[in-house]
């Protein structure tokens, strides 16, 4: 069975810090993607990034940064810089081999505050 | 171009009543996924249609749960009788496949039920 795990609730920082959100999965498959969305207050979930799981290279786009490291599992989101607008709760979530196609797991959420 | 479009954005019912959320998914994408979001319990996917064929219903809670998908554009999720459990935000989503690969899902703003 596929999980993902988010193990911080809440995390509040000042604006302009550096921040890390953690995902660690689990799946017994050997090709997976990974993803993150963000959910702002409004409500809506956005699309922010899909990796697959032969392509372990760090991404950067902007302020955001991913980590994906295999050995542990991990896929983790840096928010370089932070602004009140990356306030949000923040899912990490994963998928079987056909990228989502069966739907995608995801994990609790992190709630993420900006304080300015 | 036009998301993912929900309706009703909100809705308050009574328990014991009929609800019947819709959804349109974006045009050209032949996967369309049910998820259901609550404080427990996270995002949870319901079912999810290709090609307008349930694939898998195995997160659908219990038989007052039904959902149709009768052409391209249009899915319905109806709960009959409703409860109080059943209050969550529900959202739709769809994605494209192209070479047996399922892209990311592009989600609807939801619709927020309340059962009384």
């Known amino acids: 069975a596929q999980k993902v795990t988010q193990a911080q609730t809440e995390i509040s920082v000042v604006e302009k810090e550096d921040v890390t959100l953690d995902c660690v999965y689990e799946t017994r498959d050997t090709t997976y993607y990974l993803f993150w969305y963000k959910q702002p207050p409004s409500g809506e979930l956005v699309f922010l990034i899909r990796r697959n799981s032969f392509d372990e290279q760090n991404e950067i786009s902007g302020r955001y940064s991913w980590n994906f490291q295999k050995s542990t599992s991990s896929f983790n989101f840096t928010i370089t810089a932070s602004q009140v607008v990356d306030s949000a709760v923040y899912f990490c979530?994963?998928?079987?081999?056909?990228?989502?196609?069966?739907?995608?797991?995801f994990g609790k959420g992190t709630h993420l505050i900006i304080q300015p | 171009d036009a998301g993912v479009i929900q309706s009703p954005r909100h809705e308050v019912t009574e328990m014991g009543q009929e609800v019947t959320l819709r959804c349109k998914p974006i045009?050209?994408?032949?996967?369309l996924f049910w998820y259901r979001q609550t404080m427990m319990r996270g995002l949870e996917l319901l079912i999810y249609f290709n090609n307008n064929v349930p694939i898998d219903d195995s997160g659908m809670p219990e038989d007052r749960f039904s959902a149709k998908m009768p052409n391209a554009s249009f899915s319905t999720l109806k709960i009959q009788p409703s409860e109080p459990r059943d209050s969550a935000v529900y959202f739709c989503a769809s994605s494209a496949t192209s070479g047996g690969v399922t892209g990311e899902l592009f989600f609807g703003e939801g619709s927020r039920l309340t059962v009384l």
């Open positions: 045009s050209g994408h032949n996967s």
């Open positions: 979530a994963l998928s079987d081999g056909r990228g989502g196609a069966d739907g995608l797991t």
